[in-house]
Structure formats: C-alpha cells, structure tokens
Nanobody
Framework: QVQLVESGGGLVQAGGSLRLSCAAS????????MGWFRQAPGKEREFVAT????????YYANSAKGRFTISRDNRKNTVYLQMNSLKPEDTAVYSC??????????????????WGQGTQVTVSS
C-alpha cells in the first residue's frame, strides 16, 4: 500500500507560479514511477507529467511542456510539480499518483494503482 498526500494548491493570478508537493508513505517510494494528473470541472482527468523512479526520466503533456517541471526527492519520499506561467485553463484539482509501470509507459491514469486526494489549483485572469 502507498499513501499519498498532496499540498501546495491555492489561488494564484495568471502568470504566477505554484509548487505542488506529494508526500508518500508505505511501499518503497524510490521504486515507484510518480505522476501528476488534473481534473477540471466537467472534464475528464488528464495526464500532466510523470517521473521515473530514479528521477532520470520525465514526460509531460503538451499543455505542461515548458511551463511545468516534475521532480522528486527520494530521501524525502516526495514528488513535486513546479508550475510557472499559470493560465486560467490550468485551474483544476491536481492529484499525484504512484505506479509500478516504467515512466515511459505511465502516461495514462490506468497505469497508476495509488492516488492522493488532490489539491485545488485556481488561476484567476
């Protein structure tokens, strides 16, 4: 079992930045692929970014490339999502997730067995 707790969401103006954190406990964090997903009201959940167990490989949705950075600290059992140049369309509940699948194949929610409860990000125009 893996327990995931997100933090760092909030209200920010367009163009601003936020850093989300996801603290993990339970199964060995350093063996897991970690991902971030988001879901806006009335829309389906969508992939944002994923990072390999070592942190050596990262993959991003087109909407996140160049603005968001996923990273992890295996000593702290934490994965981060640095979000810059935020836009109103980034408004959503952001959730982290853990997977035993290699990051290169973990761009869909079905690849993830464990999920956090989510944190709200609201970007005002």
């Amino acid at each position: 079992q893996v327990q995931l707790v997100e933090s760092g969401g909030g209200l920010v103006q367009a163009g601003g930045s936020l850093r989300l954190s996801c603290a993990a406990s339970g199964r060995t964090f350093s063996s897991l692929t970690m991902g971030w997903f988001r879901q806006a009201p009335g829309k389906e959940r969508e992939f944002v970014a994923t990072i390999s167990y070592s942190g050596g490989s990262t993959y991003y949705a087109n909407s996140a490339k160049g603005r968001f950075t996923i990273s992890r600290d295996n000593r702290k059992n934490t994965v981060y999502l640095q979000m810059n140049s935020l836009k109103p369309e980034d408004t959503a509940v952001y959730s982290c997730a853990a997977s035993g699948v290699p990051a290169s194949a973990a761009v869909s929610g079905v690849s993830y067995a464990y999920w956090g409860q989510g944190t709200q990000v609201t970007v005002s125009s």
